[in-house]
């Protein structure tokens, strides 16, 4: 036997051997099915929709993979539907934990009830107070879903620390539209929930948090889910925008002017935090910056009796002064964290003069000729959703339009009528929805972004942005309040109002609007077909129905070239797939080269096996790509960073107490320690950093006693098999066409 064993030039080329030859069409779509996430084969519940079935094949592989994932498909598709499905299939007859804004308790326990299922709810709101959701609920082998989950994109937040230790040892499915809002690492924070930062090893990517380094789309599919393009089904969009100019020496000018004589602060980046609240609410309305000017006199009051204490005004009052706002200003990290900031004192009577000449203003806005304009634009009387992002807005719209419906956060009615907020907002989504008494039907509803989120209203056929917020996001999920599967309407009119020119030179509203809007097409997620991700997606789909093969297919083409489809499958189940193209001396992964390859099949596919020369050369090409993707691989696997410096500190502690075991030969301890040692080496959802800063504040005979309760650390999951899924190979000899 040992005469007859050949020298091998390259060993893995032994195994990526393909299959046998097959029609090239059915090669090509099954490499086209490679280029998306793996999908779960569990049939779906009967109520849920064909369009949706693709989103829930993926969320629901990706859970059971990675015990997390974020669905992320548009504004109006029904991803409570497909949340619910994906918890009924991993965990059926279970009760599911719902954490949604206090907003949408009715809404998710009303499709739940549709669907047949029983829901526990708890509140983004209580979360902020520091209660957690019931110890008992969403348990190992249940689901936790969480909505409007960009809320919980800041890990610094209470909410997000309430919340973190909670999840450890739970399943989670994350919903929202909008993932990232200010920066890419906001869907990162998301997902560590219930995912650990090394979850993509198995791609290469050590931690999410290094993925921007390779193809981010891309690698964070597999976590971020969406589905089949479903615009065709949504209301056609008309947008135009709408710069209303006040008259120069109007009152507007006038207060701009009067905000940017105040002092404000010493601190530049405290008096420009400041000056943008100003001037934000000044370009909404005059109530607005009436209201505005009044929190900051009493802010100016507040610190004056802390200075005559002794003490000075904190980050922390500032920051209830900004309100809501503060956590999207780019002016905010200016501020340092632990200032003391020394506010302007002498601004106190000039903000109450240029109070008073507001309030004067809003009394009688002759000159307001952006509330003209909003009149001007609704008098056709089509239901009209306008969207402000301050309370004193509505008061003041309401003020002066007279019979409009409205809803904040404090209430709802019509005009000065207090009515519960489901009978307003059903005159807007309930085509039958009666009125009482001598009230007539609203056609305009003014609201705050309370009722921008999960709302669904599909009789309004305008939405207004009043004011714009200072987010993309905020944006589309005001506007998604229309644009839904289930609207009546079959064209909504989007309007913006764009600030004044002198106010947009100093708030920058729309260049930040525009700086944020790229975040969606940066993961993968945007609009736009070229997308990385929507690209493949879309190759995908254009071969979804066509019959598969797996083995080696044969087509012509002007240039020579090959398509060639990796499939690895590791010890834990796993099975990762990867397309590349070899086309003009260079490999690439591009989808719209893929794509065009592929494309090639569908009318020049040859029949038969190909030249065993041109097989052996191609899979030449193959080797070193399939090489350097496990090299690539093994990185990913070395084990991410430990980020936490608290962590990294509990390392040295231990290893300084294995030293110290090793010296005295106490193996119980040095078990204990290396479970340990085990663990911070492996990666962490949040809730687990926060347990490990937790365990590094113990003195070391509780740390130690708590280290020998730990479960070991998971098997590293190894490269089992690596393989062709399939082979396309394409040649120029046109006399086989």
Known sequence: MAESLQRVRDPLGSWLQPGP???????????????????APDPPPPWLRSDQRLSFARALAAVRR???????DPVGTGKTWIALAVATVLAPGRRIQVIAPAALRSQWAGTAGRA???IGFHSHERLSRGRIPDPTTGSRGGLVLIDESHRLRNPVTRRYRTLAPWCVGRAGLLITATPAVNRLEDPLHQLLLFVPDDALAALGVSTLFRGRDRDWGNSLARLIVTGEDRSALLPVRRSRDLRVEDPAGGAQSEIQNGIGALRLSTDPGTAGLIRISLLAALASSPLAVAGALARY???????????RSGVTVTRQEIRRFVGSEGDQLVFWPLVAEGSEPDLALEDLDPAGELESLARSWSATPVGDAKLRALADATTDRKLTLVFTGALDTVEYLRRHLGGVAWCTGAGSGVGSLVLPRDQVLDWFREPGAPTSGSLRRPSLLVATDVASEGLDLPLIERVVHYDLPWTAVRLDQRSGRAFRISGRQPTVEVLRFLPPQALEAQIRREWILELKSGLPEALGLGSERDSPWRHRAAVALSWRGHSEASGIGWAWGEHPALVAGLRIELSDGAVHETVFAHTRGRWTDEAGKVAGLLDLTRASGRTGEPPPAAVRAALRRIAPVARAFLRNLQGGRLGPEIRSPVARRLRRRLLGLARDAARHRNHDRLVAIQRGLGRLGRGHTA?????????AALPVSELLDRLARLPGPPPTAEVERIGLVALLLISPDAGCR
Request: net charge negative; hydrophobic share 55%; proline share 6%.
């Open 687 to 695: 809730g687990e950093t926060v347990l490990i800063e937790r365990l």
């Open 297 to 307: 006199q009493s802010l100016l009051r507040h610190a004056g009796d802390a200075a």
């Open 66 to 72: 990675y015990r997390g994932a974020l669905l992320a």
């Open 116 to 118: 047949g299922l029983e």
């Open 21 to 39: 030859p097959a029609d090239a069409a059915a090669v090509a779509a099954r490499l086209a099915r490679a280029l998306l996430p793996p999908e």
